[in-house]
């Protein structure tokens, strides 16, 4: 069964507005990592997320790690055009470190 | 290459062929990962290489599936008897870590299309 649970499967935005992802596990992760991935393209590493509470940013990207690892969210704030593509999660279970779970994605599209 | 590559790009293939897919890891990186990316969706994750073993096969689909990974270094997955259902994008991902060693950045290859007629 699905392992890393990612809401919202779409999102459409009108350039300016604010997006988020959110991705949710039934069981403690290790970690989590967030990648991008554009129409055509391959996923790309955006950031890795390790301790328990952690806050990141990358410029108007706002990633955050759930208290007890088993949650996480991406943020952007004032979307663009270029933030256009799939956001992916994926973390490996503390309990089990021979498997890597992407969640299902959230496709993000924004209207100029 | 300073890259992950994936031979071939595209393959079409007859329903009940074995096809033979090729993955070459960026140079030096110790895990390898295999993905299968079905149209519009996410990542389903096949199976981990750490140098040259897979302590889990267990992500594979079915027996008509296996990967070997030699000199730590390439890799090939194998699908046997192809089936229509295993039509498919599948990506490569290699990335250093030490086994048990917290995880890195997985630099992905541009993928294999596979479609089974």
């Known amino acids: 069964g699905q392992q890393v649970m990612q809401i919202p499967q779409y999102q459409h935005v009108q350039e300016g507005e604010d997006f988020t992802t959110y991705c949710n596990s039934s069981?403690?992760?290790?970690?989590i990592q967030w990648y991008k991935q554009r129409p055509g393209g391959h996923p790309v590493f955006l950031i890795q997320?390790?301790?328990?509470?952690e806050v990141k940013k990358q410029k108007r990207l706002t990633f955050q790690f759930g208290e007890a690892k088993k949650n996480s969210s991406l943020h952007i704030t004032a979307t663009q055009t270029t933030d256009v593509g799939t956001y992916f999660c994926?973390?490996?279970?503390?309990?089990?470190?021979?498997?890597?779970?992407f969640g299902s994605g959230t496709k993000l599209n924004v209207k100029p | 290459g300073a890259g992950v590559s994936q031979s071939p790009s595209n393959k079409v293939t007859e329903k009940g062929k074995d096809v033979e897919l090729r993955c070459d890891p960026i140079?030096?990186?110790?895990?390898l990962y295999w993905y299968r990316q079905s149209l519009g969706q996410g990542l389903e994750f096949l199976i981990y290489?750490?140098?040259?073993?897979?302590?889990?096969k267990s992500g594979l689909p079915s027996d008509r599936f296996s990967a070997e990974r030699t000199g730590g270094s390439v890799s090939t997955l194998t699908i046997q008897r192809t089936q229509q259902e295993d039509s498919a994008v599948y990506l490569c991902?290699?990335?250093?870590?030490?086994?048990?060693?917290?995880?890195?950045?997985?630099?992905f290859g541009p993928g294999t299309r596979l479609t089974v007629l």
């Open positions: 991902a290699s990335s250093f870590r030490l086994s048990g060693g917290p995880d890195n950045e997985q630099f």
């Open positions: 069981t403690t992760l290790s970690n």
């Open positions: 997320l390790v301790k328990s509470g």
């Open positions: 994926a973390g490996r279970l503390a309990n089990n470190f021979n498997k890597f779970y």
């Open positions: 140079s030096g990186h110790t895990a």
């Open positions: 290489f750490q140098g040259n073993s897979a302590p889990d």
